[in-house]
């Protein structure tokens, strides 16, 4: 308690407040957003709120997310079968984590007031709607992870750490295993690092105890998880979907190693105009990273081993995340964003150098860097506050649902659209969505509800130029009629239509 206390600084109570402020319009989960447009956010609550009614992922609704990430959910459903508050505080919280490590980062070479200046710069630069998307992201636990591990880095030297650092490091590889196994990377090159540096200085005695504090922090997550799954026998279906048919049917998996090398040197980034201008920044930006990694660690005071350390988890995180999506969706690469910590520090060398005695400049700066947030993240424009209602197809189809008293939906041939959510209803059907797996099971499940008849809606999504299959359409137009049809436009997907179906 007496540590707590010494924790709660004027500073980290103004970070804290700021943190949830900014997540209030920069997530779609907050309070401030009637309805979330995250067909993953929207997919994991309904995983989530069936886990209350003792249906098992996997098993009995079917996805392939980690088993952790719809605990999340659950623990979120518990308070509210419509809105996401929960998800929200742990977003504002794992923001705070952020802002909070890379001002302590920061403040080993920086000023105070200059560091402070360089965390609140760190939310617009990360949290743009091009990589962040609507947020509640699993990415978004890994930043904080990766800001906490850097800062262990640097305080000790990767033979001196605590015991408690490596208990901890263990338990996150663990939290982000069971939430999205590919964000484990920064801590696969810690280990093994540390690993091979044990055994080349012959720390035999001190490898032991590191893996037994790895192991303890790692088992205390996933224990919990192993009983649940295997008390309720959803746990080879766990293991099956989440690991088997990740490794083998997700289609980011199909990706080559020369297609990823040709998204790195001819990035778009969905610009399709200007790309030799975009590509030439692109260039620049990645030279001035490199340059700015290499002046940090010739600036940092730490042992040379963890500037090594540093810049294998730096570089090959980045590469790695890549390969293991980054290059399909941008999302992916969230989880390496801590890095731009390096290209703040630089900044932060030239602000201290010119103005770091104009204490009022620095603050009005401050706030500007936080305004930014209006500048790179638009979710705030699908607010009810600034949408207008017809803009919105989720306003509509939720109305005519809930003027029914029978309001079973079938989410057909698409994510998770939300329905489940604005009414505030579950799923009961294994295949509930058609997610990005190719798995055939999905498709013909699908089907074999749709043509059950008793769903008294249907709700789907289809492009002009790729509409759905000939038999589906006819079934409908013979079964259903369409009752409400809108445009959409996800920050993650082109524009398409979503349409609602009422049974005849």
Not at 193 to 211: D, E
Not at 240 to 266: C, P, R, W
Not at 379 to 391: D, E, F, G, I, T
Request: hydrophobic content about 50%; aromatic content about 20%; some cysteine.
């Amino acid at each position: 308690m007496q540590k707590i206390k010494q924790r709660l600084t004027p500073q980290n109570i103004f970070m804290l407040v700021i943190s949830f402020v900014c997540m209030f319009f920069l997530t779609t989960a907050s309070p401030f957003y009637e309805f979330n447009r995250s067909l993953d956010a929207n997919t994991m609550y309904t995983v989530g709120k069936g886990l209350l009614h003792g249906l098992m992922p996997y098993k009995d609704l079917f996805d392939n997310r980690g088993p952790l990430i719809y605990l999340i959910h659950s623990v979120n459903a518990v308070f509210s079968y419509r809105s996401f508050t929960f998800i929200y505080i742990i977003e504002s919280l794992l923001l705070f984590l952020d802002i909070a490590y890379i001002n302590r980062i920061l403040s080993f070479k920086l000023s105070r007031r200059t560091a402070m200046l360089c965390s609140f710069l760190f939310i617009p630069l990360a949290f743009s709607s091009r990589i962040f998307f609507y947020g509640d992201l699993p990415e978004e636990y890994a930043m904080t992870f990766v800001f906490i591990l850097i800062y262990s880095c640097i305080k000790y030297n990767w033979f001196d750490m605590p015991r408690r650092y490596y208990i901890v490091n263990g338990a996150f590889v663990a939290i982000l295993f069971w939430i999205k196994y590919s964000l484990i990377i920064p801590w696969v090159i810690f280990f093994v690092f540390v690993g091979i540096a044990c055994l080349i200085t012959k720390r035999y005695k001190q490898l032991f105890i590191i893996i037994l504090d790895a192991l303890i922090g790692f088992l205390v997550v996933t224990i919990p998880i192993m009983i649940l799954y295997l008390a309720t026998g959803a746990l080879k279906a766990m293991f099956y979907a989440y690991f088997y048919l990740n490794l083998t049917h997700y289609h980011v998996q199909d990706a080559t190693l020369s297609y990823t090398l040709f998204k790195v040197m001819y990035p778009t980034f969905g610009f399709h105009h200007h790309l030799i201008l975009i590509r030439t920044v692109y260039y620049i930006m990645i030279g001035l990273f490199i340059y700015a990694v290499v002046r940090y660690m010739e600036s940092v005071e730490v042992h040379g081993g963890n500037k090594a350390l540093l810049s294998l988890i730096v570089f090959l995180d980045i590469v790695l995340t890549y390969e293991a999506g980054g290059a399909s969706f941008s999302y992916y690469l969230f989880a390496c964003e801590p890095f731009i910590i390096f290209y703040l520090f630089v900044l932060g060398l030239l602000i201290d150098r010119y103005i770091a005695d104009k204490k009022y400049l620095i603050w009005t700066l401050s706030g500007l860097a936080l305004l930014g947030i209006f500048v790179t993240n638009h979710n705030y424009r699908s607010s009810m506050l600034v949408a207008k209602p017809h803009q919105m197809y989720e306003v509509e189809f939720t109305k005519k649902v809930n003027a029914s008293k029978d309001k079973s939906i079938l989410n057909y041939h698409a994510l998770d659209l939300g329905m489940f959510t604005y009414t505030g209803t579950y799923s009961k059907d294994r295949f509930f969505i058609r997610n990005n797996l190719q798995y055939a099971p999905m498709a013909q499940y699908q089907r074999k509800y749709l043509h059950s008849l008793k769903y008294k809606f249907v709700v789907t999504k289809y492009y002009p130029d790729e509409l759905l299959p000939k038999q589906d359409r006819k079934f409908l137009k013979q079964h259903y009629k369409l009752v409400a049809k809108n445009w959409y436009n996800y920050s993650s997907h082109r524009q398409g239509l979503v349409a609602l179906y009422e049974r005849k």
